[in-house]
């Protein structure tokens, strides 16, 4: 389809040539991707990038365009090129979205906070990232859940929107962009337009595929989201054993970490401090209660609470606060 100008005066339609991003000497990099990031919402709505030419996975020289969030705290990759068949485009993409499918939420704050620093942007990138999934805090089970893909090119050929729609049948969530240039005067226009899926055709084909895949499905179905209720406050497993354990600090003082351990069937419940804070150092991500006013006193050495709590050890670590004398309820 072509572009028009429109007379209004003399109800003229004035075709606009079509020109290429070679052309007009508009680079990939230099221009269409410095130009995208800083307005990523034209090709990707609800997203936030954290990354630029992300290239951090050894044995490999490989370079994301654009690495980007979204608000559902989904990785998207994005790549990016401005000739006329975008060859390759997908292979390369799913390389890069299975390379990345492995980020912590920790390791990314570090990834995104390495982006801030080199655009010279003077802001704290776990706050960022926080308000823009609006989460009060890290939620691990529900970060990249999976992995979205962006194609943005001028152009594609019909082997890259044939293997586009294909990925889509079979619940990668794969998108093209066809970006075209056109010339008025001496401004270079561009028409945006997402090509695969088709936006009207979208939110159908959304409904009528399955949970994006067996593996993410099978993990929202393991999850247990059983609550419990404690002094009249609802709390999730992890937020529950903090409250209970400062609760036992504040009724009890404890001077040999022998006999406290011996009222408790999970033997990694606590760990020394120092020692819980160079695991969190060395993994990249904190296994214990580490903030301040969440470790405790037994004697005159600190320990940290265990923060790593699910179907398999919760129960016990709750009978045992009961047989304690503490009263919890599943809510």
Same mark, same amino acid.
């Given at each position: 389809?072509?572009?028009? !100008?429109?007379?209004?005066?003399?109800?003229?339609?004035?075709?606009?040539?079509?020109?290429?991003?070679?052309?007009?000497?508009?680079?990939?990099?230099?221009?269409?991707?410095?130009?995208?990031?800083?307005?990523? =919402?034209?090709? =990707?709505?609800?997203?936030?990038?954290?990354?630029?030419?992300?290239?951090?996975?050894?044995?490999?020289?490989?370079?994301?365009?654009? /690495?980007?969030?979204?608000?559902?705290?989904?990785?998207?990759?994005?790549?990016?090129?401005?000739?006329?068949?975008?060859?390759?485009?997908?292979?390369?993409?799913?390389?890069?979205?299975?390379?990345?499918?492995?980020?912590?939420?920790?390791?990314?704050?570090?990834?995104? %906070?390495? +982006?801030?620093?080199?655009?010279?942007?003077?802001? !704290?990138?776990?706050?960022? &990232?926080?308000?823009?999934?609006?989460?009060?805090?890290?939620?691990?089970?529900?970060?990249?859940?999976?992995?979205?893909?962006?194609?943005?090119?001028?152009?594609?050929?019909?082997?890259?929107?044939?293997?586009?729609?294909? &990925?889509?049948?079979?619940?990668?969530?794969?998108?093209?962009?066809? /970006?075209?240039?056109?010339?008025?005067?001496?401004?270079?226009?561009?028409?945006?337009?997402?090509?695969?899926? /088709?936006?009207? =055709?979208?939110?159908?084909?959304?409904?009528?595929?399955? %949970?994006?895949? %067996?593996?993410?499905?099978?993990?929202?179905?393991?999850?247990?989201?059983?609550?419990?209720?404690?002094?009249?406050?609802? +709390?999730?497993?992890?937020?529950?054993?903090?409250?209970?354990?400062?609760?036992?600090?504040? !009724?009890?003082?404890?001077?040999?970490?022998?006999?406290?351990?011996?009222?408790?069937?999970?033997?990694?419940?606590?760990?020394?401090?120092?020692?819980?804070?160079?695991? =969190?150092?060395?993994?990249? %991500?904190?296994?214990?209660?580490?903030?301040?006013?969440?470790?405790?006193?037994? @004697?005159?050495?600190?320990?940290?609470?265990?923060?790593?709590? @699910?179907?398999?050890?919760?129960?016990?670590?709750?009978?045992?606060?009961?047989?304690? @004398? +503490?009263?919890?309820?599943?809510?």
């Amino acid at each position: 389809m072509a572009i028009f !100008d429109f007379d209004t005066t003399n109800n003229n339609l004035k075709k606009i040539d079509r020109t290429s991003f070679q052309v007009e000497n508009i680079l990939e990099r230099t221009n269409l991707q410095d130009a995208l990031k800083k307005q990523i =919402a034209i090709i =990707a709505p609800d997203c936030l990038v954290i990354s630029e030419e992300f290239s951090e996975w050894e044995g490999s020289k490989r370079r994301i365009d654009l /690495l980007a969030i979204d608000t559902e705290a989904n990785l998207v990759v994005i790549e990016l090129k401005r000739d006329e068949t975008g060859e390759h485009m997908e292979l390369q993409a799913i390389r890069y979205a299975s390379m990345v499918s492995t980020l912590t939420f920790s390791r990314t704050v570090k990834i995104y %906070q390495k +982006y801030l620093d080199k655009s010279n942007i003077q802001e !704290d990138a776990e706050n960022n &990232l926080l308000k823009f999934l609006e989460w009060d805090e890290n939620q691990a089970d529900d970060f990249a859940l999976d992995v979205k893909i962006i194609l943005v090119s001028s152009n594609f050929s019909k082997e890259i929107t044939t293997s586009v729609m294909w &990925l889509n049948e079979r619940n990668i969530d794969i998108k093209c962009i066809r /970006l075209v240039p056109y010339k008025l005067n001496e401004k270079v226009l561009i028409d945006v337009q997402q090509i695969i899926p /088709l936006p009207e =055709a979208e939110n159908y084909q959304i409904q009528i595929k399955q %949970q994006v895949s %067996q593996r993410r499905e099978a993990r929202q179905t393991d999850k247990d989201y059983t609550s419990y209720k404690f002094q009249d406050k609802i +709390y999730n497993k992890r937020k529950l054993v903090l409250a209970l354990m400062k609760k036992y600090f504040d !009724d009890n003082t404890e001077n040999d970490i022998l006999v406290l351990r011996k009222k408790f069937s999970n033997q990694r419940l606590f760990a020394p401090l120092q020692d819980a804070i160079e695991k =969190a150092n060395k993994h990249g %991500q904190a296994r214990h209660f580490l903030k301040d006013g969440e470790p405790v006193l037994v @004697g005159s050495e600190q320990y940290a609470i265990s923060n790593q709590w @699910g179907v398999g050890n919760i129960d016990d670590f709750v009978n045992d606060m009961r047989k304690l @004398g +503490y009263i919890i309820e599943k809510n």
